[in-house]
């Protein structure tokens, strides 16, 4: 165990973690010059498209150090963003160590804060590299100041490099052998503990787990057991991602890499799990992970009613690859059946929703994101709302509260008064402000999650020219002036379009709504009044006008009041064709009207 190092590289997104990750593979030489490509362990087309990190990814490698050791590295390529900040705490917990990059040209930003706080709650060591040396605005300073004021970790310790270039990776190399400690086994015995960090399902191999081996060894036909739910199993295949899945004989204390067991549904799966012998089984699970709730909520449905079963399996393997992804059945009457799920944020709906279409051929319509309100009734009860569909009737309800998150915006100084503008628009307050350095400053706000999580960093993107990042973390519940948005076609609701907002901005959403629905409502027979409710009070209307007829076209002269009757008679009959007639709306409506309000 002396001779392995397992480590993650953490960062804020795009400063190079992927990058570095190709350096030490060809410097190990783990993968050939012919089979290399740049970000080699980002293998999903999303993130080779987006040119981000999604899921973590581990790979074994073999370095001789200086002093002729020859040691195995595991390393464990992280995400940056903040909607993959679980996937990233789970990475961390199958590591001794973390290399913390920091960009030069834009110094330590707000995921970097958050990152060496994960790492600090799983005791690692932390060798700080500031890479991107390579460029001409690189200020080498000042992410030395900040290292010390800003992360409290020593400048000595910080080791510059460029990963594109590859100067300074042979630095921190031999900085992973020198400062990363091995992995030590806490038990001081032989009893197998393996710890499931991730997953993933192979439509021929069933569940792929993803372990860090604490103590004994597994191999190939041994029999093992699930410590959450004492499933048995035989293990079909162990081996070493480099970095494509490898074969070997067995698995020793402090490895990390992966096992197949004889699991055929994603159900019995679980992450966080221990994996023990089945013959000695350890006596207590490995301290697994917290459960993650989920901040975001939206419908998913298949725009096929068919595709029901298919894409209810399909999201079964999807939550056993993403643990902080959860759904459960509903239905709607505009919709059918389909999943409320849950996730970590916007990007992170975005990516699922997206990998379901790409993955899984899934063709799917996804509804207006919500967040979970706390509703308290005038009986003294309190109710869970996350689909605006089930808020009680006004009458019974004494008050809505809502989840704000403290959000830490860190910024160049010159953008401070359109943040703060920003914060303002979004219904929250600054409660403080830290200085970093001339240039840089932090603004801590309070801000509703319902406000975050629509287009705030899209905006603090834009106003910031790009040079702005954010973190937030969930606060409290707070009461706010929240209502139920309804939108009726033809006096119907249409369920698929409810949602719940802040009084102040129910009118002027209910007439966004109202626009787009008639733009994508065909003409019928008869007029169509879309109309936008807050508790039973019309505050937008549109109307659709409707198909005629021309009745006149038989009457080629006489009096004018042959014509009058013709028309008068075609109007009772839309009149009394409105009280019975239906309201046609295609699903492809849906569609271009949740996209377009997204």
């Known amino acids: 165990m002396k001779h392995i190092r397992n480590f993650s590289i953490i960062a804020h997104i795009d400063h190079g973690k992927s990058t570095l990750a190709d350096r030490i593979m060809q410097l190990t030489q783990t993968v050939d010059e012919r ?38 590295f595991n390393l464990i390529d992280t995400p940056g963003h903040v909607d993959f900040a679980y996937e990233v705490s789970r990475s961390l917990a199958a590591c001794e160590g973390a290399l913390l990059l920091i960009d030069a040209t834009q110094g330590v930003q707000a995921q970097t804060v958050a990152n060496v706080h994960l790492a600090n709650q799983q005791e690692l060591k932390i060798i700080p590299v500031i890479n991107k040396m390579d460029l001409p605005a690189a200020d080498v300073d000042l992410c030395m ?33 020198e400062r990363i400690p091995a992995p030590e086994n806490p038990y001081n015995d032989q009893i197998t503990r393996a710890l499931v960090f991730d997953s993933f399902y192979d439509t021929y191999r069933g569940v792929i787990n993803y372990i860090r081996l604490v103590s004994g060894s597994l191999k190939r036909g041994q029999q093992v057991q699930f410590f959450s739910n004492s499933l048995n199993s035989d293990i079909k295949e162990v081996g070493i991602f480099s970095p494509d899945m490898q074969a070997t004989s067995d698995l020793g204390p402090g490895c990390v890499g992966y096992v197949i067991p004889n699991v055929k549904s994603p159900e019995d799966a679980k992450m966080g799990d221990t994996i023990t012998d ?15 709730k989920p901040m975001v909520y939206s419908g998913i449905y298949p725009i096929d009613t068919s595709d029901y079963e298919q894409l209810k399996q399909n999201m079964a393997r999807l939550r056993l690859n993403d643990a902080a992804f959860v759904y459960q059945s509903e239905t709607s009457a505009a919709l059918g059946f389909g999943f409320r799920c849950g996730f970590l944020g916007l990007l992170h709906m975005e990516i699922i929703q997206e990998r379901l279409r790409r993955e899984y051929n899934m063709d799917i319509l996804a509804t207006y994101p919500s967040v979970v309100y706390h509703v308290y009734l005038t009986d003294g009860s309190m109710q869970k709302v996350e689909n605006p569909l089930h808020l009680p009737d006004v009458t019974i309800i004494e008050r809505v509260e809502e989840p704000y998150v403290k959000c830490s915006i860190m910024s160049p100084t010159d953008y401070i008064g359109a943040i703060l503008g920003l914060i303002s628009d979004k219904r929250g307050i600054c409660v403080d402000t830290i200085t970093v350095d001339n240039n840089h400053v932090i603004l801590i706000g309070e801000v509703p999650l319902h406000e975050i999580v629509i287009d705030f960093h899209d905006r ?22 929240l209502v139920k948005l309804e939108m009726l076609v033809n006096d119907d609701p249409i369920d698929a379009f409810a949602t719940i907002v802040h009084r102040d901005y129910a009118v002027g959403r209910g007439r966004m709504l109202a626009q787009k629905l008639k733009e994508v409502i065909p003409n019928h027979l008869f007029k169509i009044a879309i109309q936008a409710a807050v508790g039973g009070k ?13 009745v006149t076209a038989k009457c080629y002269g006489g009096d004018i009041s042959r014509k009058r009757k ?33």
Do not use: W
């Not at 800003?150 to 031999?174: F, H, N, Q, R």
């Not at 603090?460 to 937030?472: F, P, Q, R, V």
């Not at 075609?570 to 009394?576: A, I, L, R, T, V």
């Not at 064709?577 to 949740?594: T, W």
């Open 35 to 72: 089979n290399f490509r740049d970000q080699l362990l980002d293998d999903m087309e999303l993130e080779r498209e987006r040119g981000i990190t999604i899921k973590s990814h581990p790979v074994t490698m073999d370095y001789q150090a200086k002093n002729g050791e020859i040691y195995r």
């Open 145 to 177: 100041e900040q290292l010390e004021e800003i992360l409290m970790i020593p400048a000595e310790e910080a080791i510059p490099a460029s990963a594109k270039t590859g100067i300074g990776v042979d630095y921190i190399m031999e900085a992973i052998v």
């Open 278 to 292: 089945r013959r000695q089984k350890c006596p207590e699970a490995l301290p697994g992970f917290k459960e993650v």
């Open 460 to 481: 603090l993107k834009s106003i910031t020219h790009g040079y702005g990042s954010m973190d937030y973390e969930p606060l409290e519940y707070r009461p706010g002036p």
């Open 538 to 550: 019309i505050v937008a209307r549109e109307n659709v006008s409707a198909m005629r007829k021309d």
């Open 566 to 598: 013709l028309l008068e008679k075609q109007k009772e009959g839309k009149k009394k064709m409105k009280q019975i007639g239906r309201v046609n709306i295609p699903q492809d409506a849906f569609v271009r009207v949740l996209k377009s309000s997204d």
